[in-house]
């Protein structure tokens, strides 16, 4: 059921990204036979002048009118199907693709078993604005997460603001967070926070309230040392034992959950020895266990110039806010992004968290 509701939801995808695709397509050969029949009577001195330019051009318009009405047509046809496709595939979905607010997470359970994908948030055109498309990501995650806080203002939405300049940012990485520790088993997820100059420890007090972080977040600058070399030791570690072939003979009581690290108004506290362990965590730790969430915004970075080039670019940026960054792979559409939020008020990832925190005390997390 996992894998045939994944695969459904990509295949909502497709269809839209080719709809949309075949939509424009016609419209754009619309407009280009109206401007071309359009020269053409300018082009003829006979047509000019009298009626007959005006009879012309009006027949030209009338042709694109019903090109273009005819793609809508089609369009319209195809974005219905979707839609009702949509609303009976969302009502199916299981926690780890559901929206925050589906009734799935009342009966919320911590699984046995990681699931095949994790939703982030949706996926939108400007044409079918109506029919969202859950953004689905493979577990375990092969790439690094980015919270772009540089990107957190949204015309006339209030909350942007609510804490700070860029607390929408980190609340999204609290949302994501959730959902990775809600999507593995019982002590399986391990998650350790970074914020050096401590200005997100108002909002990172829910996972502390809740018991499912490793240690309290960490602050300063020898924190954040302390922190990133346990975790590339980790990662050489294990490098070397799958390496020589020796995965089971990990040293006694290693724990071999999956770790995250959530890394929190970068570069604060990083000095160059911390940003190149970062780098190698980003670049080898998906493949070894360890896992990045990184809440920054890239100008904040800009005194390094294009050394952390390559670290953007091996991250997925997101959004705290609706954004149409993401390009697919088929047509090259700009996708708009919308991050998987919890509705205001709401008790649903409090609630989640406290299950999460209950399991991991069971198994002596």
Same mark, same amino acid.
């Given at each position: 059921?996992?894998? %045939?509701?994944?695969?459904?939801?990509?295949?909502?995808?497709?269809?839209?990204?080719?709809?949309?695709?075949?939509?424009? @397509?016609?419209?754009?050969?619309?407009?280009?036979?109206?401007?071309?029949?359009?020269?053409?009577?300018?082009? =003829?001195?006979?047509? !000019?002048?009298?009626?007959? #330019?005006?009879?012309? $051009? *009006?027949?030209?318009?009338?042709?694109? *009118?019903?090109?273009?009405? !005819?793609?809508?047509?089609?369009? =319209?046809?195809?974005?219905?199907?979707?839609?009702?496709?949509?609303?009976?595939?969302?009502?199916?979905?299981?926690?780890?693709?559901?929206?925050?607010?589906?009734?799935?997470?009342?009966?919320?359970?911590?699984?046995?078993?990681?699931?095949?994908?994790? $939703?982030?948030?949706?996926?939108?055109?400007?044409?079918?604005?109506?029919?969202?498309?859950?953004?689905?990501?493979?577990?375990?995650? *092969?790439?690094?997460?980015?919270?772009? @806080?540089?990107?957190?203002?949204?015309?006339?939405?209030?909350?942007?603001?609510?804490?700070?300049?860029? @607390?929408?940012?980190?609340?999204? /990485?609290?949302?994501?967070?959730? $959902?990775?520790? /809600?999507?593995?088993?019982? #002590?399986?997820?391990?998650?350790?926070?970074?914020?050096?100059? #401590?200005?997100?420890?108002?909002?990172?007090?829910?996972?502390? !309230?809740?018991?499912?972080?490793?240690?309290?977040?960490?602050?300063?600058? %020898?924190?954040?040392?302390?922190?990133?070399?346990?975790?590339?030791?980790?990662?050489?570690?294990?490098?070397?034992?799958?390496?020589?072939?020796?995965?089971?003979?990990?040293?006694?009581?290693?724990?071999?959950? !999956?770790?995250?690290?959530?890394?929190?108004?970068?570069?604060?506290?990083?000095? =160059? %020895?911390?940003?190149?362990?970062? $780098?190698?965590?980003?670049?080898?730790?998906?493949?070894?266990?360890?896992?990045?969430?990184?809440?920054?915004?890239? *100008?904040?970075?800009?005194?390094?110039?294009?050394?952390? =080039?390559?670290?953007?670019? #091996?991250?997925?940026?997101?959004?705290?806010?609706?954004?149409?960054?993401?390009?697919?792979?088929?047509?090259?559409? /700009?996708?708009?992004?919308?991050?998987?939020?919890?509705?205001?008020? @709401?008790?649903?990832?409090?609630?989640?968290?406290?299950?999460?925190?209950?399991?991991?005390?069971?198994?002596? %997390?």
């Amino acid at each position: 059921m996992d894998e %045939r509701l994944y695969n459904q939801v990509w295949g909502m995808f497709e269809d839209l990204a080719r709809s949309v695709a075949a939509y424009r @397509s016609a419209v754009a050969f619309a407009d280009s036979r109206l401007e071309k029949e359009l020269d053409q009577v300018l082009s =003829d001195p006979r047509a !000019r002048v009298g009626g007959q #330019g005006d009879t012309a $051009r *009006e027949s030209a318009r009338a042709r694109h *009118e019903r090109l273009v009405a !005819r793609a809508q047509e089609v369009l =319209d046809r195809d974005l219905a199907q979707l839609a009702t496709e949509a609303e009976a595939v969302e009502a199916a979905l299981p926690p780890a693709y559901a929206r925050w607010d589906s009734p799935v997470w009342h009966g919320y359970r911590v699984p046995v078993e990681m699931p095949m994908a994790l $939703r982030l948030g949706d996926l939108r055109l400007p044409e079918a604005g109506h029919v969202p498309i859950p953004m689905l990501v493979r577990l375990p995650l *092969e790439r690094g997460l980015w919270i772009d @806080s540089g990107h957190t203002e949204s015309p006339g939405d209030p909350s942007a603001d609510a804490h700070g300049p860029r @607390s929408l940012a980190l609340e999204t /990485a609290v949302a994501h967070t959730a $959902r990775l520790l /809600a999507a593995h088993p019982a #002590g399986g997820f391990t998650v350790h926070a970074v914020d050096a100059a #401590g200005s997100g420890a108002r909002t990172l007090a829910r996972l502390v !309230r809740a018991g499912v972080l490793a240690a309290p977040p960490t602050v300063g600058a %020898r924190g954040v040392a302390d922190v990133l070399t346990r975790l590339t030791q980790r990662v050489d570690l294990v490098h070397m034992a799958v390496r020589g072939g020796a995965a089971d003979s990990l040293p006694p009581g290693f724990d071999t959950s !999956r770790q995250l690290l959530i890394v929190h108004d970068f570069p604060r506290g990083f000095d =160059d %020895r911390a940003v190149n362990q970062l $780098r190698y965590l980003a670049d080898e730790g998906p493949s070894y266990g360890v896992h990045l969430m990184m809440v920054a915004d890239r *100008e904040d970075c800009a005194g390094y110039g294009p050394l952390l =080039d390559p670290l953007w670019r #091996g991250l997925l940026r997101l959004t705290p806010v609706a954004d149409d960054h993401l390009a697919d792979p088929w047509v090259g559409h /700009a996708w708009t992004y919308e991050p998987a939020l919890v509705t205001p008020g @709401s008790q649903v990832l409090a609630r989640v968290l406290d299950r999460v925190a209950a399991a991991r005390r069971s198994v002596g %997390r």
